[in-house]
């Protein structure tokens, strides 16, 4: 089956802009989907489709596809965005469900 | 609010077997797929399985096909999984969560706070 792939470690500092990437081949057949999950929490939806966010997100958070990369964008990153994210799609070459290995958010 | 409450966990031995269950609430169980993922110790999530609506369709991620059952009882407004021949790499929480499908993205919208399963002798 198909992977998705993250960086495992980003950086930022409070107040700017930062992108976390997932690759995957799947992701030039569908769109990624986002979660943060803070420690000792459950996972919460922040972005899925094209670029929606559910009720309660803030509009800092974003979603974007190129190729076979999508992108979580954080505009203006609060300490509390401090977090794992991980990316969600579906496999095309299957009827799995993929997720990334996360990438461990830090808000400097 | 979307209610999902995990049970069965706990520390089983290697070869042993385990049932966990999920229990639904606050919302029209019958009409969600329902997956299962789990998360080992530091590491990032795994989908382990899905169940359908309509046709009762499951799917199983390769690292647990004919060793997990999953099931679900709408009338009870419960998601299961069974659990045979464990292995010291099943050790992880085992979240239920709810999914829905896109026609072109998949995403899970509501999670439990999961139970932890111990693989361990």
């Known amino acids: 089956s198909s992977e998705l792939t993250q960086d495992p470690a980003v950086s930022v500092a409070l107040g700017q802009t930062v992108r976390i990437t997932c690759q995957g081949d799947?992701?030039?057949?569908?769109?990624a989907s986002w979660y943060q999950q803070k420690p000792g929490q459950a996972p919460v939806l922040v972005i899925y489709?094209?670029?929606n966010r559910p009720s309660g997100i803030p509009d800092r958070f974003s979603g974007s596809r190129s190729g076979n990369t999508a992108s979580l964008t954080i505009t203006g990153a609060q300490a509390e965005d401090e977090a794992d994210y991980h990316c969600?799609?579906?496999?095309?070459?299957?009827?799995?469900?993929?997720f990334g290995g996360g990438t461990k958010l830090t808000v400097l | 609010e979307v209610q999902l409450v995990e049970s069965g966990g706990g520390l089983v031995q290697p070869g042993g077997s385990l049932r966990l269950s999920c229990a639904a609430s606050?919302?029209?169980?019958?009409?969600?797929?329902m997956n299962w993922v789990r998360q080992a110790p530091g590491k990032g999530l795994e989908w382990v399985s899905y169940?359908?609506?309509?046709?009762?369709?499951?799917y199983y991620a390769d690292s647990v096909k004919g060793r997990f059952t999953t099931s679900r009882d709408n009338a009870k407004s419960s998601l299961y999984l069974q659990m045979n021949s464990l292995r010291a790499e099943d050790t992880a929480v085992y979240y239920c969560?709810?999914?829905?499908?896109?026609?072109?993205?998949?995403?899970?919208?509501?999670w439990g706070q999961g139970t932890l399963v111990t693989v361990s002798s």
């Open positions: 606050r919302f029209s169980f019958s009409l969600y797929e």
């Open positions: 969560a709810t999914g829905y499908s896109g026609d072109d993205f998949y995403y899970f919208d509501y």
């Open positions: 969600n799609s579906r496999d095309s070459s299957s009827n799995h469900l993929l």
């Open positions: 799947s992701l030039r057949s569908f769109y």
């Open positions: 489709g094209e670029n």
């Open positions: 169940s359908g609506v309509r046709d009762s369709t499951v």
